[in-house]
């Protein structure tokens, strides 16, 4: 049996943000304009998207905190301002002026944070 190690399951992980996430705006995007779309089944699957991203900056810290593993700037940055922007989504979802635009706000947000764990999967490679 092979271990994954840390880096491995880091990266793997990227992915799962990235496609839950993408996913996720795609739907409210959608749901923003038909109301057809929304269902209860949207408002649930926030959550396990959300909890991802911090899920992956926990274990890139942990990544981090090895020995020998420098962290690029920019790196961290789009990591960190991932969990901001999981943080601003839940503090404007009840706010008066978004209320007809919760979808909106929900689907645009989970599209920046697909965008974030993109350009930081590729961050240095190009």
């Known amino acids: 049996m092979s271990r994954v190690t840390l880096s491995?399951?880091?990266?793997?992980?990227?992915?799962i943000v990235i496609c839950s996430n993408g996913l996720l705006g795609m739907w409210f995007v959608v749901a923003q304009r038909w109301s057809a779309a929304r269902t209860r089944w949207m408002w649930w699957s926030?959550?396990?998207a959300q909890v991802a991203v911090v899920i992956?900056?926990?274990i890139g810290a942990s990544l981090?905190?090895?020995?020998?593993?420098?962290?690029?700037d920019m790196?961290?940055?789009?990591?960190?301002?991932?969990?901001?922007?999981?943080?601003?989504l839940y503090s404007y979802r009840s706010s008066?002026?978004?209320?007809?635009?919760?979808?909106m706000l929900y689907g645009a947000g989970s599209l920046f944070i697909m965008?974030?764990?993109?350009?930081?999967l590729f961050l240095g490679q190009g």
């Open 8 to 15: 491995e399951l880091h990266q793997a992980f990227a992915w």
């Open 46 to 48: 926030v959550a396990p």
């Open 56 to 58: 992956e900056a926990v």
């Open 64 to 72: 981090a905190s090895q020995p020998g593993i420098v962290l690029d």
């Open 75 to 88: 790196h961290a940055l789009y990591g960190f301002s991932a969990i901001a922007a999981v943080g601003i």
């Open 96 to 103: 008066p002026f978004i209320r007809d635009r919760q979808y």
């Open 115 to 120: 965008g974030l764990g993109l350009r930081n």
